[in-house]
């Protein structure tokens, strides 16, 4: 579905069978991360022993597709939780690690698989349970980006992560799982406006702002939200969520997932970037750091949203 | 029971009751997050407002005690899973991040619990499952580590973290979810033999050696492992899985957890520094990065040992 959608040609590699080969759909995206992992080390002309580190994770409780994905990698592995925000989250904690001077290259991986998490956060597929129009469909997917501490000749045209911020955890008091836009949304109005608000820029002075999977009715709240603290958007705001499946594909609200973003960044993006119009973009990574257990337990949804700066170099 | 154990009366605050005067045991380790971490703020006499990051996790499905426990503290949160390594993943992460010099205090904040995890992981404990004598007793506990970018004096007596070492995965092999030890004590063996050799340092360099939760049986295996590799300890090895409980108190094989390592370094280590002759100490905060499905579809469990070196100020 995600290679039929309008950014299909752009990925580097898609496959028919959302089992990619293997038994289960965990060992699917498993399969997923090694492959994108082993993809990304390809193109950049290294090998993973070059790696100083790779930060990764994914939707999968203990997030065993990204650690049993990087295994056979053998590389130091640092993994994160940060729900659908992880990939936002990986750039950040990994581009300031850079700033120590003690690495040079590290990786980010992040990956989410639509059939292992409907299962583990929903319903079993096979009970073929109906989808409200507030539902997204999680990205199968898997993104990864390589960060190099210092420009070389290798890497010179490379995007350039200049700045950041680190979300807040902001509670949405949205109890509904199948509303997911509107449990993120409030975060990523947070941060973006408490970062507009320190930078003294405007969102007007970025090419793309870009948040990771609020969809169509989260990205709705989010500009309205904005616009209630006084940021205005041109048509320089755009959710990836809204633009992996098409009109015509009946994904309901968007795409959401930990690759929604990352998909969206590394498989397109990074691609047209040198020919588009594109020299500061902002990345507002949006995660809902619920679990199936707080649902439950009648908890209401708290959002999360990293901001990153990517920059022509 | 840990305020039972022989390192009970160092910690700043214990509870008779393991629900913490809330309804759910998840909501209790929350709760825990919440407490330690305004305690670590009460003992640094900074506000949450000064935090310029909290890294945290727990064993939790998408580490929930963390998130809902560090939301009401309105900070910036980064989240992380390194199952019991997340103590020490969090601290070398961390320590990087604040050499970039963009940071000037961050806290790392880890949690676990044992109710919670016994019937996320295992059995629920109304079933009475009888456990085998390699399973360890999963602390219920919480630990919080301020840092500090520069020495000032308010915190001129701190522990400093000069150095470190981002683990690898590695598969033991084992399958049996009882076994933890066995399973991560390849993993702690790699990481510091690789350590010892690159930094040219041996094990008596050190005045103390720690590995996070490798159990009693995982303990032997482990020195056994390193002295396969040429390494030998003296009797500066301790495991902080044997440290939590006393042999009475028939936990089997030891203590385990996130909290384990966080508990023994933040609510003991620390607070015996000064007085001890401690001026070397490595952590090696051992995590199995196993899921119960993982477990289900008979995957052996891979173990993951990150180090940091602590020094005397």
Same mark, same amino acid.
Request: glycine share 2%; no cysteine.
């Given at each position: 579905m995600e290679s039929e959608g309008?950014?299909?040609?752009?990925?580097d590699f898609s496959s028919a069978d959302d089992l990619f080969g293997v038994e289960t759909w965990e060992n699917a995206e498993t399969e997923l991360v090694r492959q994108t992992l082993d993809c990304a080390l390809k193109k950049a002309q290294i090998?993973?022993?070059?790696?100083?580190f790779v930060l990764g994770g994914d939707l999968l409780n203990q997030c065993t597709a990204t650690s049993y994905g990087c295994m056979p990698h053998n590389v130091p592995y640092l993994g994160l939780y940060g729900a659908c925000s992880t990939f936002a989250e990986g750039l950040l904690v990994g581009a300031s690690m850079m700033e120590s001077a003690r690495f040079e290259t590290g990786g980010v991986v992040v990956s989410s698989h639509f059939s292992s998490a409907e299962r583990q956060y929903?319903?079993?597929?096979?009970?073929g349970c109906q989808r409200p129009p507030t539902s997204q469909r999680t990205v199968t997917g898997c993104g990864a980006a390589l960060l190099h501490a210092k420009k070389t000749q290798k890497c010179k045209d490379a995007i350039c992560i200049t700045g950041g911020r680190i979300g807040l955890i902001v509670? #949405?008091?949205?109890? %509904?799982?199948?509303h997911m836009g509107a449990a993120m949304a409030p975060a990523a109005a947070d941060t973006l406006c408490a970062f507009l608000h320190e930078s003294k820029?405007?969102?007007?002075?970025?090419?793309l702002i870009l948040t990771g999977d609020l969809g169509k009715i989260g990205a709705e709240l989010f500009t309205e939200l904005c616009a209630q603290k006084g940021f205005f958007f041109s048509d320089n705001y755009v959710d990836c969520g809204t633009q992996i499946? #098409?009109?015509?594909? %009946?994904?309901?609200?968007g795409a959401s997932g930990c690759a929604c973003s990352a998909i969206y960044i590394c498989g397109y993006l990074s691609k047209i970037w040198r020919n588009a119009p594109l020299f500061r973009v902002l990345l507002l990574g949006t995660g809902a750091l619920l679990s199936p257990l707080t649902v439950q337990q009648k908890h209401s949804i708290p959002g999360i949203a990293h901001l990153i700066v990517l920059e022509r170099g």
């Open positions: 309008p950014l299909g040609t752009y990925f090998t993973s022993s070059q790696l100083d929903r319903f079993p597929l096979e009970y509670d #949405s008091k949205v109890k %509904d799982a199948n820029t405007a969102a007007r002075d970025y090419d499946f #098409s009109e015509q594909q %009946d994904v309901h609200a």
